[in-house]
């Protein structure tokens, strides 16, 4: 959205780079997985015994930078396996029989298989097309007066002043094409790595049911807590004022035939009192559920937390229909809390936001063109809009490289609510 084209080449090629060292790191996962295989090769004869927990636990180290990588790179979470089974009270054919017992370490091995295949192969084709349109581009036009007629680029004959431009602009080409597709390989590699990495489908229910239990422990805490707050501001706001307006209403009615214009005194400040109530009442209402989301629905909501920001703020909303009331409102306190940060702690200028809904999932992406460096555990307000998030099953995941620039996804999965048409 505001991405100049400096950046965008600085992108592609730090992406070219991670695909380099994704190419070197799918060399060591073969090697290691072929000690694995090695060593389960020699477990009848016993030395496997002893090999099998070093290699299987050099294995888990190697698939955990993958999936960590796969976060940082492509912002795509993977959940880990359940933990190596390496009790260091077990000898080493307990330790082993422990390990080849593990689903966990099976899917390792079945991936560390498939990543030279599938992933190395996959990284190499832009480093191919990179260094290939590098040699067009850097090193014929320097070479080809000293090689002689055979002297061939792609499928150019270089042989003269203009064959060799050919094959410069056909370099540039390649070099382009090269950048371009590093992203792209990038998230393609992770989707394809990711089904051998995640955690098994039993371990991943068995932590969601635990999260979900998590959730809805929170969730009752903040809405008793909510509650409170409610209550509170009510006694000490819009309560005390209405209680102070019936007792000045009483004094009026009192003055009325003996003091009229003292009672006119009263009934105007009365009506100064009714209006600081309702006031109140307007901002205790407006914390909980803005009128713009209920009367406009999200995307205007936003637009109007775009307006409100002296940031340069663009949003981009495809949205389908109305959402779920309180999906809309958790959503839009997300959206303000991640804008606020922007404003307060990156140092941006410019913000886009973008809201976009398909396959029963809710998608809110915040970025911004800070300085980065974002960290969740540093502050309260992104782990409140992931507590908040939380309450509908829904994810927040946080891309901050050093030098810019951020990007909050948050997610919620949820249905339509009406089928009305909001898009720009």
């Known amino acids: 959205m505001f991405d100049k084209p400096r950046a965008v080449a600085a992108r592609a090629g730090v992406a070219l780079g991670r695909c380099q060292l994704a190419s070197l790191h799918a060399l060591a996962v073969s090697a290691v997985g072929s000690l694995v295989v090695f060593a389960l090769l020699l477990m009848p004869v016993g030395v496997g015994f002893l090999l099998l927990p070093p290699a299987a636990r050099a294995l888990r180290a190697l698939s955990d930078r993958s999936r960590a990588c796969a976060d940082r790179w492509t912002g795509v979470h993977i959940g880990p396996p359940e933990p190596l089974p390496v009790d260091p009270a077990l000898n080493a054919r307990k330790r ?249 702690h990156s140092g941006a200028r410019e913000v886009g936001i973008a809201l976009t809904y398909e396959d029963g999932l809710l998608r809110a992406t915040v970025t911004d063109d800070g300085h980065g460096g974002a960290d969740p555990a540093r502050g309260t307000g992104l782990a409140g809009v992931r507590q908040r998030l939380d309450t509908f099953d829904g994810t927040l995941d946080l891309h901050s490289p050093q030098g810019g620039p951020t990007t909050v996804t948050m997610e919620i999965p949820c249905a339509l609510s009406s089928p009305k048409t909001s898009s720009s």
């Open 96 to 344: 082993s029989g422990a390990i080849v017992a593990d689903e966990g370490f099976w899917r390792d091995l079945a991936w560390a298989w498939l990543e030279p295949v599938a992933g190395g192969l996959l990284v190499a084709v832009p480093l191919a097309l990179a260094e290939y349109g590098a040699f067009g581009a850097l090193v014929q036009p320097f070479i080809w007066r000293l090689l002689d007629d055979g002297n061939w680029y792609a499928f150019v004959p270089v042989h003269s002043t203009a064959t060799m431009c050919a094959a410069l602009v056909l370099g540039l080409v390649f070099l382009a094409a090269g950048l371009l597709a590093a992203p792209a390989t990038l998230r393609l590699h992770t989707r394809m790595s990711r089904p051998l990495l995640s955690a098994p489908r039993r371990i991943q229910l068995a932590r969601r049911v635990e999260r979900l239990t998590d959730t809805r422990t929170r969730a009752l805490d903040a809405q008793a807590a909510e509650l409170r707050r409610i209550e509170r501001d009510l006694h000490d706001g819009a309560q005390a004022r209405l209680v102070a307006l019936g007792m000045t209403l009483d004094r009026a009615t009192r003055l009325l035939e003996t003091d009229p214009a003292a009672a006119r005194e009263l009934l105007l400040d009365v009506r100064r009192t009714s209006e600081g109530a309702l006031q109140d009442l307007r901002d205790l209402v407006h914390g909980i559920h803005p009128p713009v989301l209920a009367d406009r629905g999200l995307g205007d909501a936003v637009r109007s937390l775009a307006l409100d920001s002296f940031l340069d703020v663009q949003v981009e909303t495809r949205l389908p229909g109305r959402l779920p009331a309180p999906v809309e409102s958790a959503t839009y306190f997300a959206v303000s809390e991640a804008l606020v940060n922007a404003a307060k």
